[in-house]
């Protein structure tokens, strides 16, 4: 009995291993790759460098890519600083600039149309020509981009004459006249011409049932009419599976983080896009496109008719009123992971530079988030900083520069048991006989469990690759990609455990370089053929029958595998702490590339590096002569400080009494195109006084020691007459109007106010008692501060303002010049961007708080609502960038 029992056991355990074994084991020896047919779309450009799309991958002059597109708008940055970011867009691995042209900025007023300043296309489209960056112009007329209206007009959407986003004659005829108007300023600027324009979005986001195909086809012809001819014409491709096969290829978006979702202060339900699927849509998925060949997953060759482009990979988020999330670095890292693991062939990101909105006559131009800030927690933030999920973003976009030719034509497999959320998730992307292996085990906001015991087995048409040769746990929070069966300059490399990341040529020799994830041992099989000898630091080789393993790695800048081949040239594969890894740079000076580590910033800019700090001392290590050499940098530090004090309510306002009578009076005007959004009277007295606005009598309530309306219904555009009936201990007061375009108008009693008795100027009474703060009720608190004057030239000051609340704003002489949903992290404010103003005028900050503890707005666990609920600015820390040059040997 007792045997039996244990036989029991025994197959018991045997089918459970063996069942988790099967769930890493992906059988590709019969799979059928989809068949390869280009379309045909427009001028493929100068001979020797055509960039033609075919149903898979993107190729140019004949050569696979996997091109990398980051999302920049000229209009939301100030225009001296668009080398300066796209400079930092080069040195990142981007190599297309996309852009929308957002109508409404362009053209506020009908026949008003504006190409000044920062509106300046061309010129923009000029830098990115000098850079060597191609552009990808996204056109509208209608591109959402959380701008009013989605950047139609306000006097397009006023219109009733036609009907908007749609074939309407009328509303065709003034998205034609918008292209046109667009065309003239990037004419002779497109690839065909030797210009930087190879791409061409029409329109966005449109999902009108029953009118998809239509309406962009009748926006494409216009366009081409209009003389825009690119090889690649495309449109987003959301929610719906229509799109014009064959004339517009469809582009996807994913965001892991969705702010636009309404879930209060819970966390947003874990996304499909957190798994490994063939979802190239919103929420659906587009099983046409999917075929099963026995356990795995993979692309129905007849019904591809276009590759699987994306053009808004979220890697930061922006933040709307109610969800205020703060994205962590490994989310830019685990998305792009996915997205190259299910087959993506451009990689898109939204947005990968942030910016600054700017302000119509009228009103702000946000429709959503911050009126100012469109920030976007991106790679290059709106100060020129880089953001937190840069490290991770970069590594990735060097790897697909350096191998995307062999990644692009790859098919994606996915193994059925993904189907199982609850397996560890994992893809290969293979050609029959190479590949790449991609790995998730980490949700956004959500754990996972640790899986052991993993080894994977890929069976190809002519051999099984299992890696790695021991089994593994892969821990809760880990992705990866490994390469298998790869040629790295004619030496196999049968699989590594480690990461590629890039490449580096020098003469005949090549070294290529990877990173080792902190949770799993790095080790490297290698094929014997074309080599003469191998040897190791760092590491423990041994000669194999068929060729050279390598484990027990200690990774690091001296952890070397040098591989001397038979004709003598020499391969390195160096592993990089996973620390180290984050600080990785490469490119290009004088034609000559270069592979760096460097905590600093780093961009290249004629014919030297430029390390960019925010401190007065930096390093770098410059791979040379195969290995790292030390540069260090110092310079004189700058210590500048800025100053900050509270204003209280009425602070600026005068005690004043009539000089005969009763009442005194003083006429005001408030002359702007812009409407008014809200006013607010306050005022404070010894004996009970009252107040007349325009003739109407305004009801107050007592908070803090003082009077407070609302008087917004009661302020006028044009002349207004405030009256105060007061005894001669007098009264002092203050009218806060704040407009939709952002701007902030404060009227105070002083001496230009009148008796009304006797029409003479008002009694100034000696400095007698004000309320100290705002009442607590207003949930309300002003600052003024004094910023330090920015040091002149490419070095930027900038304030890092430590505040708590719901809502801040900046103003400069009433302007609103910058603003903040409060969401935990530091306020950061450019002062280089602001020098015509703050070196003349202080800062004013507004910081409003929350109403209630208890509003449904989403923060992070490290917020705590109820400080938010009186707000209080606590420090103001001034930040000196540095920059040193270099130069490559």
């Avoid at 074994?21 to 992906?26: E, K, M, T, V």
């Avoid at 007329?141 to 397009?156: S, V």
């Avoid at 999330?325 to 942030?354: D, F, H, Q, T, W």
Wanted: glycine letters at 8%.
């Amino acid at each position: 009995m007792t045997n039996y029992f244990f036989l029991n056991l025994l197959v018991l355990y045997s089918l459970i291993i063996g069942t988790a074994s099967a769930q890493y084991q992906i059988d590709l020896s019969k799979v059928t790759p989809p068949s390869v047919s280009f379309l045909q779309l427009g001028n493929a450009g100068p001979a020797g460098k055509e960039i033609r799309v075919n149903n898979l991958y993107m190729e140019e002059g004949g050569v696979p890519q996997l091109p990398v597109m980051g999302e920049f708008h000229y209009s939301r940055m100030d225009s001296r600083y668009w080398r300066d970011a796209l400079l930092k867009m080069k040195a990142s691995g981007v190599n297309i600039v996309a852009t929308y042209c957002l109508w409404s900025l362009h053209e506020e007023f009908e026949g008003e149309l504006s190409w000044e300043g920062n509106l300046n296309l061309r010129r923009f489209i000029e830098i990115c020509k000098e850079l060597g960056m191609k552009v990808h112009l996204r056109l509208g007329p209608y591109c959402n981009a959380e701008i009013r209206n989605g950047a139609l007009p306000d006097w397009i959407i006023n219109n009733k004459n036609l009907k908007t986003r749609s074939n309407d004659p009328l509303y065709l005829e003034y998205s034609r006249r918008w292209y046109q108007a667009v065309y003239d300023q990037v004419k002779g600027l497109f690839y065909k011409d030797g210009g930087p324009i190879m791409g061409l979005q029409l329109e966005n986001e449109y999902v009108r049932k029953g009118m998809i195909v239509s309406h962009l086809l009748n926006l494409k012809r216009m366009a081409v009419e209009i003389g825009f001819d690119v090889p690649i014409y495309s449109m987003t491709h959301w929610m719906d599976s229509e799109y014009p096969k064959g004339e517009i290829v469809p582009y996807a978006g994913f965001y892991i983080e969705a702010p636009w979702t309404t879930s209060g202060k819970k966390e947003i339900p874990t996304s499909n896009f957190e798994y490994f699927t063939y979802n190239r849509l919103s929420d659906n998925i587009g099983t046409d496109i999917i075929k099963i060949e026995g356990e795995v997953e993979s692309l129905s060759g007849k019904d591809i008719d276009s590759p699987f482009f994306t053009c808004e990979i979220g890697v930061g988020t922006t933040a709307f009123y109610h969800r205020r999330a703060v994205v962590p670095e490994e989310m830019a890292g685990e998305n792009i992971n996915l997205r190259l693991g299910c087959g993506a062939n451009m990689m898109g990101y939204y947005m990968y530079v942030g910016g600054t909105n700017p302000i119509g006559k009228r009103t702000t131009y946000q429709s959503s988030g911050p009126r100012v800030s469109y920030d976007y927690q991106a790679p290059i933030r709106e100060s020129g900083t880089l953001g937190a999920v840069m490290k991770e973003t970069k590594k990735y976009n060097y790897f697909m520069n350096d191998f995307g030719t062999s990644l692009a034509p790859a098919i994606a497999y996915l193994p059925t048991s993904n189907q199982n959320r609850e397996n560890l998730q994992w893809a290969v992307r293979s050609d029959g006989s190479t590949g790449y292996l991609f790995c998730s085990n980490y949700l956004y906001k959500n754990s996972r469990k640790d899986y052991k015991n993993v080894r994977f087995t890929v069976k190809l048409k002519n051999e099984t690759v299992r890696l790695p040769r021991k089994k593994i746990t892969v821990k809760n929070g880990t992705y990866f990609l490994w390469p298998f069966n790869q040629q790295m300059n004619e030496v196999r490399l049968k699989y590594s455990t480690t990461q590629p990341i890039c490449s580096l040529k020098d003469g005949n020799d090549y070294t290529f370089f990877f990173f080792e994830d902190d949770q799993i041992p790095g080790e490297y099989l290698i094929a014997e053929k074309n080599i003469r000898n191998v040897e190791v630091q760092n590491g423990v080789l041994v000669r194999e029958k068929d060729g050279y393993f390598i484990d027990r790695i200690i990774p690091g800048k001296e952890c070397i595998i040098k591989i001397t081949k038979t004709n003598g040239a020499i391969v390195r594969f160096v592993t990089l702490t996973e620390e180290e890894s984050d600080h990785i740079w490469k490119g290009a000076v004088a034609g000559k590339e270069f592979v760096a580590l460097t905590p600093a910033s780093l961009v290249c800019d004629k014919n030297k590096i430029v390390l960019i700090e925010n401190s007065p001392q930096t390093e770098i290590w410059m791979f040379k002569k195969g290995g790292f050499k030390q540069q260090v940098f110092r310079s004189n530090p700058r210590h500048l400080h800025a100053t900050y004090h509270s204003v209280a309510p009425m602070e600026e306002g005068k005690w004043i009494c009539p000089s005969g009578g009763d009442k005194i009076k003083r006429e005001f005007t408030v002359n702007t195109f812009s409407m008014i959004q809200q006013a607010y009277l306050r005022y404070a007295s010894f004996d009970s006084a009252g107040c007349i606005l325009n003739g109407k009598k305004i009801v107050t309530k007592t908070m803090g020691g003082y009077e407070k309306a609302d008087v917004t219904a009661f302020i006028q555009k044009g002349d207004n007459t405030i009256e105060f009936i007061t005894s001669e201990k007098g009264v002092v007061g203050e009218i806060e109007i704040l407009l939709l375009n952002g701007e902030r108008i404060i009227w105070n009693t002083d001496a230009t106010w009148l008796s009304e008795m006797n029409n003479q100027p008002v009694k100034i009474l000696l400095e007698q008692k004000k309320p100290l703060a705002f009442a607590p009720e207003e949930h309300l608190a002003i600052y003024e501060v004094k910023a330090p004057v920015p040091a002149c030239g490419d070095e930027e000051t900038r304030m890092y303002i430590s505040y708590k609340g719901d809502v801040a704003n900046a103003y400069l002489n009433g302007k609103l010049v910058a603003d903040s949903f409060y969401d935990g992290t530091d306020w950061i404010i450019s002062l280089n961007r602001l020098k015509e103003t703050i070196n003349f005028n202080p800062l004013v900050i507004r910081i409003d708080g929350l109403k209630s503890v208890n509003e449904q707005i989403y923060f992070e666990k490290n917020v705590d609502p109820a400080e938010c609920v009186t707000p209080v600015l606590s420090d103001i820390q001034v930040n000196q960038e540095y920059r040193f040059e270099t130069v490559v040997d």
